[in-house]
T-cell receptor
Framework: EAGVAQSPRYKIIEKRQSVAFWCNPISGHATLYWYQQILGQGPKLLIQFQNNGVVDDSQLPKDRFSAERLKGVDSTLKIQPAKLEDSAVYLCASSLGDRGEKLFFGSGTQLSVL | QKEVEQDPGPLSVPEGAIVSLNCTYS??????FMWYRQYSRKGPELLMYTYSSGNKEDGRFTAQVDKSSKYISLFIRDSQPSDSATYLCAMSGNFNKFYFGSGTKLNVKP
């Protein structure tokens, strides 16, 4: 079974530029998550989708971050404009969607904002 | 108060030692408990999954949950240099939302 696919693996941009990350969850997984992980910290939830709909985006900085999930499958996360403090690993994860289901992560995108 | 507390380490042990990693939590609604292993520049990998209280063993790994004390542990027996990684605890409750510790960095010296 294929895992959660993410791209790109690494991205270096200048501040105020824009960047986009892509995620393809495990087939059949209804719930998709985007997390931000700063070095030395645990993952912080940015946004949670259930199929096409947003379940939780309370910690998404909506003035600069946006995300969408196309047809309830793939998802993109965009940052525009990027700030220095956005340097982090962006992790996509998915689960079947029911209570107690396991959470599986992709390899992440390492973003450096210079 | 954070939902999940985890000692960040780093924890350094000799090869072959027994390692004990721990997390405490505050929300009594948590029922599902996970341990993830994260190698440098990689995504977290699900290592152990436990429902409610009790023990679960998988090879050299044992996960323990004590819901009365709101305390979970991961034990690694006969630790190997390949176990060197950051270990994240995670938990969830009635909703499909996950809460993570900050991770403990483990170094197993040959």
């Amino acid at each position: 079974e294929a895992g959660v696919a993410q791209s790109p693996r690494y991205k270096i941009i200048e501040k105020r530029q824009s960047v986009a990350f892509w995620c393809n969850p495990i087939s059949g997984h209804a719930t998709l998550y985007w997390y931000q992980q700063i070095l030395g910290q645990g993952p912080k939830l940015l946004i949670q989708f259930q199929n096409n709909g947003v379940v939780d985006d309370s910690q998404l900085p909506k003035d600069r971050f946006s995300a969408e999930r196309l047809k309830g499958v793939d998802s993109t996360l965009k940052i525009q404009p990027a700030k220095l403090e956005d340097s982090a690993v962006y992790l996509c994860a998915s689960s079947l969607g029911d209570r107690g289901e396991k959470l599986f992560f992709g390899s992440g995108t390492q973003l450096s904002v210079l | 108060q954070k939902e999940v507390e985890q000692d960040p380490g780093p924890l350094s042990v000799p090869e072959g030692a027994i390692v004990s990693l721990n997390c405490t939590y505050s929300n009594s609604a948590f029922q599902y408990f996970m341990w993830y292993r994260q190698y440098s520049r990689k995504g977290p990998e699900l290592l152990m999954y436990t429902y409610s209280s009790g023990n679960k063993e998988d090879g050299r790994f044992t996960a323990q949950v004590d819901k009365s004390s709101k305390y979970i542990s991961l034990f690694i027996r006969d630790s190997q240099p390949s176990d060197s990684a950051t270990y994240l605890c995670a938990m969830s409750g009635n909703f499909n939302k996950f809460y993570f510790g900050s991770g403990t960095k483990l170094n197993v010296k040959p």
